[in-house]
């Protein structure tokens, strides 16, 4: 597992609309050669290079040109919204092994099993448990381990998927239409899987796999896509060009 730290740098980053200059700018020229104060409330210059690097590589990084024009096209049109993060958490979560294995060991263990909340214990005990098997952790102390598991919590309330302040509970959203729709296209743009069915990403539409299904039969969907279920197989085939899937749902 490739690990790093952008966990603790995105969920200490206080402006997002870092985001979306450096959707705009050139980060190695004029973003990072003019005042950080000019486009966020970022303080410092030093700071603004920290967020950028966990912002293009986990936040901002596409693994291919579908993925880029989902996610610019709707940062461009609506900038920060409760949708547009919710794009940027599942691209983040799959560029970042760290982030989706607490995803999948933490949040969505408790998400589907019907909790309400997550305390920063259990986040530390995933974290340590983790690092008996994996080399780059070791080197992390234990006083890391326990900012990285309170920043991992503080990231998913930024994103929305939990609330509240020392306590927080878990956010069990619901994707409208358009969201269900960008989930597809997302998961078609990443997944290397034929059969859909064997995709890890699955739990990232924040619904049961028969919930789901369910919901790709409906009729109003067949303009955006063709799919093939058989039960233990799942192939979908999108029907609308990348660059222009989000404005033919808006």
Same mark, same amino acid.
């Given at each position: 597992?490739?690990?790093?730290?952008?966990?603790?740098?995105?969920?200490?980053?206080?402006?997002?609309?870092?985001?979306?200059? #450096? =959707?705009?700018?050139?980060? /190695?020229? %004029?973003?990072? @050669? *003019?005042?950080?104060?000019?486009?966020?409330n970022i303080k410092t210059d030093k700071s603004v290079k920290r967020f950028t690097k966990a912002i293009t590589d986990t936040a901002l990084g596409f693994k291919?040109?579908?993925?880029?024009?989902?996610?610019?096209?709707?940062?461009?049109?609506?900038?920060?919204?409760?949708?547009? #993060? =919710?794009?940027?958490?599942? /691209?983040? %979560?799959?560029? @970042? *092994?760290?982030?989706?294995?607490?995803?999948?060991?933490?949040?969505?263990?408790?998400?589907?099993?019907?909790?309400?909340?997550?305390?920063?214990?259990?986040?530390?005990?995933?974290?340590?448990?983790?690092?008996?098997r994996e080399i780059e952790l070791k080197k992390w102390s234990d006083s890391t381990l326990k900012i990285t598991a309170s920043k991992y919590l503080t990231l998913?309330?930024?994103?929305?998927?939990?609330?509240?302040?020392?306590?927080?509970?878990?956010?069990?959203?619901?994707?409208?239409?358009?969201?269900?729709?960008?989930?597809?296209?997302?998961?078609?743009?990443?997944?290397?899987?034929?059969?859909?069915?064997?995709?890890?990403?699955?739990?990232?539409?924040?619904?049961?796999?028969?919930?789901?299904?369910?919901?790709?039969?409906?009729?109003?969907?067949?303009?955006?896509?063709?799919?093939?279920?058989?039960?233990?197989?799942?192939?979908?085939?999108?029907?609308?060009?990348?660059?222009?899937?989000?404005?033919?749902?808006?």
């Amino acid at each position: 597992m490739h690990i790093n730290s952008d966990i603790n740098i995105l969920g200490g980053l206080p402006d997002f609309n870092l985001i979306l200059v #450096l =959707l705009s700018k050139d980060t /190695n020229t %004029s973003l990072l @050669n *003019e005042p950080s104060h000019t486009y966020t409330n970022i303080k410092t210059d030093k700071s603004v290079k920290r967020f950028t690097k966990a912002i293009t590589d986990t936040a901002l990084g596409f693994k291919n040109k579908e993925v880029g024009q989902l996610i610019k096209t709707i940062l461009e049109v609506e900038t920060i919204s409760n949708d547009s #993060l =919710l794009l940027i958490f599942w /691209n983040a %979560s799959y560029n @970042n *092994e760290l982030l989706n294995y607490l995803n999948t060991e933490i949040y969505f263990l408790a998400f589907y099993s019907g909790r309400i909340s997550i305390k920063p214990d259990e986040v530390v005990a995933c974290l340590k448990d983790l690092k008996e098997r994996e080399i780059e952790l070791k080197k992390w102390s234990d006083s890391t381990l326990k900012i990285t598991a309170s920043k991992y919590l503080t990231l998913l309330k930024k994103f929305h998927l939990m609330e509240g302040s020392l306590n927080k509970t878990i956010v069990h959203p619901y994707l409208n239409d358009k969201m269900f729709v960008l989930f597809v296209y997302w998961l078609k743009a990443i997944e290397s899987k034929s059969n859909l069915m064997e995709s890890e990403q699955l739990k990232y539409s924040f619904c049961e796999i028969p919930v789901f299904i369910e919901r790709l039969m409906q009729k109003k969907f067949a303009k955006y896509f063709q799919f093939n279920y058989t039960g233990d197989k799942l192939k979908i085939e999108t029907t609308v060009p990348y660059e222009k899937i989000y404005y033919a749902i808006k």
